[in-house]
Structures are given as structure tokens and as C-alpha cells.
């Protein structure tokens, strides 16, 4: 069983478009995260739900939107995209209280030409 | 959140002990210091959470001096699917910690595992 499951895993598209990717994690943790992993790797947060609450906002484009339908699932949608959003884009879910750190899932790699 | 610096890479061989070692000067009170591995096309992977002393777990040790401003990550024994980066973390993300998603990783340690 998947802990936190996105997809897709890859996704190429033109610039302007606008594109989504889906999170569900079955752990039963009440908060959420997207994550943006650069060229250079490093791993950036971008948004944070807590129970469905939007509690990190980090200085991401208006085009990024979040949607949280149930703490199970945190999806991230993006309207007109562009090159400099080609990342890989990492959900990941944790819960107060415990001691394992954030699970994540496997990335989804956004490619846009 | 605490900065953390670390080596951009290390080297080692199969069998051997494996130590990599982070700086975090300003490391608040209620900070604990986590380690996430991972390998290529995967998400990070938690290893091992400590706030002071020892702390020990079937795949690795921490090892958290008084002052804790330093930490070191001890790998035992390496092998060849060991290779990937490690990265260490600082922040109130504990136990009991609140820092909702304020995980910030720096650019982590490359650790290269030959035959």
C-alpha cells in the first residue's frame, strides 16, 4: 500500500497551459505539504494544509493554487504555466505528534516546453 | 529555522562506517535535528529524529553533543544501495513540535558508496 501516492509521476506540457496534480495519503495524518525540488535539488515548501486549513502559504506564484477536499487528499493546480515551474514537485504528509518525520511521495516531474 | 551546513559530497566503500556531520550554530531550544535520505526520482525518506545525546534505530545513529550544534549522522557497514543524499534538518518539528511544514533542507551530502 502507497503511504502518499501523486500523480502522474510525469507530465510534459506546453507553456500556458494549465495542469493539475493529485496527493492522497492513506496514513491518516492531518497535515499535507507540496515541496519544489529544483535543478539544483534543493527542496523547497510551498503550501501546508492542516485538516483541510491552508496554514503555509510560501511566496508562490498566484498562477499556484492548492485545493484540499479532505485531509486525505491535497491537490496543486497550475494555470498558465511556464519554464521556470519545470521541477519536480513532492507531496508529503505528516502528523503532530509523531516521531518518523514527514512520508513523502515519489515526486511528480512537470517538464514544460 | 536554524541554517544547517554540511559536506557537499563524501566518499566511502562498501562495509565501512559512513559519518556525516552537521552544523547547526543557532539551533533554538526547541528545535529537534532530523535526517532524510534520498535516492534518485524519490521523495526524501525520514532516517532518524533526535533533539540531545544518542539516538539509534535499525538504520542508523545520531549522535548529539551537549551543546548540540553539531550533530552527526553514523551509517554502519555501507553497501552500494546506501549511495544518495542526506540531508539534515533543524526546526520545532518534533515530538511535540508545531512548525507545520517548515521543513527547510539545504543542499544535503552526496555519499557515493563504491564496490
Keep these: ?113 | 529555522l536554524a541554517k544547517t551546513t554540511q559536506p557537499i559530497s563524501m566518499d566511502s566503500y562498501e562495509g565501512q562506517e559512513v559519518n556525516i556531520t552537521c552544523s547547526h550554530n543557532n539551533i533554538a531550544t526547541n528545535d529537534y535535528i532530523t535526517w532524510y535520505q534520498q535516492f534518485p526520482s524519490q521523495g526524501p525518506r525520514f532516517i532518524i529524529q533526535g533533539y540531545k545525546t544518542k539516538v539509534t534505530n535499525e538504520v542508523a545513529s545520531l549522535f548529539i553533543p551537549a551543546d548540540r550544534k553539531s550533530s552527526t549522522l553514523s551509517l554502519p557497514r555501507v553497501s552500494l544501495s546506501d549511495t544518495a543524499v542526506y540531508y539534515c534538518l533543524v526546526g520545532d518539528i518534533g515530538a511535540g513540535g508545531t512548525s507545520y511544514g517548515k521543513l527547510t533542507f539545504g543542499q544535503g551530502t552526496i555519499l557515493t558508496v563504491h564496490p
Excluded at chain 1, 8 to 23: A, E, F
Excluded at chain 1, 51 to 58: A, D, G, S
Excluded at chain 1, 64 to 77: C, Q, R, V
Aim: charged share 20%; with cysteine; glycine share 6%.
Design chain 1, 1 to 113: 500500500d502507497t503511504a502518499v501516492s501523486q500523480t502522474p509521476k510525469y507530465l510534459v506540457t506546453q507553456m500556458g497551459n494549465d495542469k493539475s496534480i493529485k496527493c492522497e495519503q492513506n496514513l491518516g495524518h492531518d497535515t499535507m505539504y507540496w515541496y519544489k525540488q529544483d535543478s539544483k535539488k534543493f527542496l523547497k515548501i510551498m503550501f501546508s494544509y492542516n485538516n483541510k486549513e491552508l496554514i503555509i502559504n510560501e511566496t508562490v506564484p498566484n498562477r499556484f493554487s492548492p485545493k484540499s477536499p479532505d485531509k486525505a487528499h491535497l491537490n496543486l493546480h497550475i494555470n498558465s504555466l511556464e519554464l521556470g515551474d519545470s521541477a519536480v514537485y513532492f507531496c508529503a504528509s505528516s502528523q503532530k505528534g509523531q516521531d518518523y518525520g514527514y512520508t513523502f511521495g515519489s515526486g511528480t516531474r512537470l517538464t514544460v516546453v
